[in-house]
């Protein structure tokens, strides 16, 4: 059997199409078509089907999956016997909250970079949701995000921190005139988020539900710094990690907003599949990392 086959097997399921997945292996359609087709031959079972205009997995194709995944983790392992040091190579794929990748990772992606220039480093910013399912099924080799809750037993998790969460406006927001720890009330504002699934918009909405307290509307924005200057431009309030408003809060482009028992943290922790198998750059990285939040 040819290892490539099941790598390209691999980027189909991964990227969602034939298309997508040849063009990422730098493979023609075609190829990509004729691999699939001479290990469904090796194989003797049908990988995929025709479903209206989409190739979908078969039930056979389902089963397959962990053991591509781990015939590719042996692969891994013996192509990188012998290299460490500056000749770590390979690749290393990272799912990453958004707030943690933009203010807390500067210094890990540097040093890494200086360390294993040769490693090719995948990463996006996702929900801690979504980082989740895809740690759990072997989509990324690792996850920062924040503890979410509802322990999946498949994935190992490490606690890098604790992080305080505070309620931001605009100087100019009429603090005085309004009362974000009395129960049952409407307020005349509206709350500049993150998506559904951030946890911190979580933690706000439960609060909010449980005092009954309404605002006007909710504006939802994907970018944290985007949501910054939507409250500093007194559109709205916003509910967000304190380390990523620190700069705003000490040059008074924002204010803290108390809101009587709302006293909330967030933990940011690593996690991997316990089966993963842990290469070279990924060992790095997490060294890197807890270093960085100064984890013994």
Known sequence: MDIRHFKTFKSI???GNFSNAAMKLGYTQSTVTSQIQQLEQ???IKLFEK?????VLTPLGKELIPYADELLNTVKKIESIGKYGDNITGELKIAVAESLMSYKLQNV????KE???NVRLSMVALNCYDIKNMLASGEIDLGLMYNVGSKNESLNAVKLSDFDVALVCSPQFEQEKLDFSTPNQKINTSLIINEVESIYRKILESYFFD???FLDNTIELGSIEAIKKCVASNLGISFLP???IEEELENGK???LKAGDLNAKITAIYAHHKNKWISPAMSLFIELVRKDFNIQ
């Open 13 to 15: 399921i991964e990227e």
């Open 42 to 44: 090796e194989l003797s």
């Open 51 to 55: 479903i209206g205009r989409n190739m």
């Open 109 to 112: 992606l540097a040093m890494f």
């Open 115 to 117: 360390k294993a220039p």
């Open 211 to 213: 005092k009954n307290i």
């Open 242 to 244: 304190r380390f990523t």
């Open 254 to 256: 924002l204010k803290e």
